[in-house]
């Protein structure tokens, strides 16, 4: 599995998400706290159908973090990309790691 760099872990704020182009997919990138630790789950709200998830809010729910859309408010899994109220409406996860400092996404 080939992963690609699309930023510093610097870049992006504690508590916030970037989106980055990872083979042409716009890619939501997250880091939920001050660890070097990132999530990555397609930018697309199926809702909405808007590429806005990697603007909205980063929660926790049952031991899980989750990101609700900034548009429709529904809830995304940042490991699975499973939606909390509609499965039918998933959004793909993305293999994500930090080596060295720089953010690195499975393509």
């Known amino acids: 599995m080939a992963f690609e760099k699309v930023c510093d872990i610097t870049d992006i704020v504690p508590g916030t998400g970037v989106c980055a182009l990872v083979k042409d997919q716009q890619v939501a990138v997250f880091r939920p ?11 697309m709200d199926p809702f909405a159908r808007s590429n806005v998830l990697s603007r909205g809010l980063i929660g926790e729910h049952k031991g899980e973090l989750w990101v609700a859309s900034p548009l ?36």
Request: aromatic fraction near 8%; charged fraction near 30%; charge should be neutral.
């Open 33 to 43: 706290s001050e660890a070097e630790e990132v999530f990555a789950i397609s930018n």
């Open 72 to 107: 429709k408010k529904q809830h995304f899994n940042l490991a699975t990309g499973a939606c909390m109220e509609d499965e039918r409406f998933n959004v793909k996860a993305f293999k994500a790691r930090v080596v060295k400092g720089s953010v690195e996404i499975a393509g």
